[in-house]
């Protein structure tokens, strides 16, 4: 079953979910089958209600080894590693209650298929756009039954959801406050974000240290409390233990396409279109300039083409390393592309190589008498006054500037970390 466009940008959460899901599921006699999945889709589409999330839970007969995923009012959820399809008649009402109808922008969608959708469903919802129309037609040959609510543009991500093969993954265990509780302010506390950040080996993007942001707390009022994301499940169940909060009653484990950088495409400039995610190679055209509120924007250019990129203010010190890129340094560059204006907002940049730049810093002495010469004029050489020699400009002493900055990757800062960007510390990791 996949799931989208349940929530809003000012409540819910789409992954709550699971909770009334196992409750049917259970009751109809069958299992969960590996852990939900919560996938990500394209961030630059402008629709989206919050952080464009769909989930996925498979069910059947469970077999093989049975392990835990999470806890609801001290009650454990399990699902198995393996299982055998069964047919299943889900109601929607228990689900369909959480879904914010009232707000223009949700449009809730939901799917359930015997089989695995084509991937091609997923790279497409996480690279570029896809219509209702091509969902559609694709769920009709696959067997798949599905249910719009309002214009029902969530079947797009659920379909999506179901579709994804979890080539590279993360996890994120989230937990969830008490429903009363979910429009209160909540506490997190600091000071144990950053214990488990430095305790836990395979966690990543808990907290921004120079801008002092708790990142593993969201600012909206959702149910969740807080979510821990890694690469190693176990780890997240005892980096959970570490966090100091307000009470919770329930949390579970999602295997996501969070950090993977599914949506990047390589691309020659002349084929950039809005709403993609790029990773483009040129040089830079246009050198660093700040605009009105502080972002900072350059261009660079390759054998089709040139394209302007932007490090906006949110990106905070990301924008000193942006600002100190000169003409013709060659440069690797991820990120969104807006529509308007069209530009790339950046993500991370690589400085493939830089140019030497030599400045003068001393005139010649002359020859003959060992007095600093004088210009005759840019580019015609030195001359002393007072001995008539003349010499080139090569005579004059040079030093290559010093840029400030290596060759290598950097990054935006985890306050301004997408979900699908894979964070300098993986691509590290391999």
Known sequence: MGIDDTDSR???CT?????????????????????????????????????????????????????????????????????????????????????????????????????????SLYWKAVRG??????????????????????????????????????????????????????????????????????????TFDNYDYRNRYVAIKPHAHTPVLFGIRGTDAEELKRARTMIKSDPYEAWIIYLTNQATDDHIVAKKIADVRAYESVKLQGHV?????????????????????????????????????IKKLRGEDEVEVHGGVRKEPFTVNLEKIRIVKLKKIKVKVENPTCPGCGRRMESIGRGKGYRCRKCGIKVGEEAARYEYLDREIGEGWYEVPVIARRHLARPLKLMRDG
Not at 64 to 91: H, N, P
Not at 307 to 321: D, G, L, S
């Open 10 to 12: 000012t409540g819910m």
């Open 15 to 119: 992954t709550y979910l699971i909770f009334p899901l196992r409750d049917e599921i259970r009751e109809k006699g069958l299992d969960i089958i590996g852990y939900p999945r919560l996938v990500r889709l394209n961030p630059n589409i402008p629709w989206k209600t919050r952080g464009n999330g769909a989930i996925c839970i498979q069910v059947g007969r469970g077999h093989g080894r049975r392990f835990k995923i999470g806890e609801i009012q001290d009650e454990e959820i399990w699902a198995y590693e393996k299982g055998r399809g069964a047919e299943a008649q889900l109601s929607l009402e228990r689900i369909s209650r959480y879904f914010v109808l009232e707000d223009d922008n949700t449009n809730p969608g939901v799917v359930l298929s015997p089989r695995k959708l084509p991937e």
């Open 129 to 202: 756009v896809l219509t209702q129309d091509e969902v559609e037609r694709i769920l009709k040959e696959q067997g798949a039954r599905y249910c719009r609510f309002k214009n029902g543009r969530g079947i797009i991500g659920a379909a999506a959801a179901i579709a994804w093969k979890a080539r590279r993954y993360t996890y994120e265990l989230l937990t969830y406050l008490p429903e009363h509780r979910w429009m209160e302010e909540r506490y997190v506390d600091e000071r144990s974000v950053i214990a488990m950040d430095k305790l836990t080996h395979t």
């Open 285 to 321: 055209s246009k050198e660093p300039r700040i605009i009105e509120g502080g972002h900072v924007i350059f261009a660079i250019s390759d054998s089709s083409g040139e394209i302007e990129c932007v490090a906006y203010e949110p990106t905070k010190q990301f924008r000193e390393v």
